[in-house]
């Protein structure tokens, strides 16, 4: 063996070479996450695929979580990462719950401590890669708010992820109204999902749909989509396209 070789890593004033572990670049990854506000509360959906590259491997993965008594969290981006997100979250809440005041942390304020440890996490060059959407009820209060892997955040009465950003919102902007009733909502997010179905490649006709009121979180089991593929601009693509095969 070389006797460079079998030298240990050497400290610096940046670290050992060995305490490099962060995500240069995401691997398994989810796709969009939209959120709506309707009439009692809040309504996300997700689909469950999780790609490996541009293939997809998994399509179990479960990326809409309740946090606490009062939010609902959905994810995209790096699965792992997102892992990890919910440990931040789950020791929050512990933290939170071991006051025993009789208070509890609520959306806004789960949303406002996302946006912190996102951004904290990009100024140390070491982002967590993923966009989160997260929802809630609180005292008759609805919240939606998103932020991404830079910190960047908003809140609205809609928001997505992703392709969902391009694809999702211009329907929700034609179709929500504050008054949607739960079966309007679920329809309106159904449309919202069959299209990033049609047109994104990462997306997987496996999804849930997850709800939170005053009542708590309820996140429905796995079901698929009604599709139809026999449009003619799917059947031939190309045709008439300049320099086409």
């Known amino acids: 063996m070389n006797s460079v070789d079998s030298k240990p890593a050497t400290s610096s004033l940046i670290g050992s070479e060995a305490d490099s572990q962060r995500t240069l670049y995401p691997y398994v990854t989810g796709t969009s996450v939209v959120g709506i506000k309707y009439k009692d509360g809040?309504?996300?959906a997700a689909d469950m695929g999780g790609s490996y590259g541009s293939t997809l491997r998994y399509k179990s993965v479960e990326r809409l979580k309740p946090v606490g008594k009062h939010s609902l969290i959905g994810g995209s981006g790096e699965i792992s990462d997102f892992q990890e997100i919910m440990r931040y979250l789950d020791d929050l809440i512990l933290s939170d719950?071991?006051?025993?005041?009789?208070?509890?942390?609520?959306p806004k304020e789960v949303h406002n401590y996302l946006t912190r440890i996102m951004y904290n996490r990009r100024n140390k060059f070491n982002p967590l890669w993923n966009s989160l959407v997260l929802g809630g009820v609180k005292n008759g209060q609805k919240y939606l708010g998103?932020?991404?892997?830079?910190?960047?955040?908003?809140e609205d009465n809609h928001v997505a992820t992703g392709f969902g950003n391009h694809l999702a919102r211009p329907l929700l902007r034609d179709e929500w109204h504050e008054n949607l009733t739960f079966e309007e909502g679920v329809?309106?997010?159904?449309?919202?999902?069959?299209v990033l179905l049609y047109r994104d490649r990462s997306?997987?006709?496996?999804?849930?749909?997850?709800?939170?009121t005053e009542e708590g979180v309820t996140i429905s089991p796995p079901y698929a989509l009604k599709t139809f593929w026999n449009f003619s601009a799917f059947e031939n693509p190309t045709l008439g396209a300049e320099g086409s095969w």
């Open 97 to 106: 719950n071991m006051w025993d005041d009789g208070n509890s942390l609520g």
């Open 146 to 154: 998103t932020v991404n892997m830079i910190g960047v955040h908003y």
């Open 187 to 194: 329809i309106l997010l159904e449309k919202c999902m069959r």
């Open 42 to 44: 809040i309504l996300l």
């Open 203 to 212: 997306a997987v006709n496996k999804l849930q749909i997850a709800k939170i």
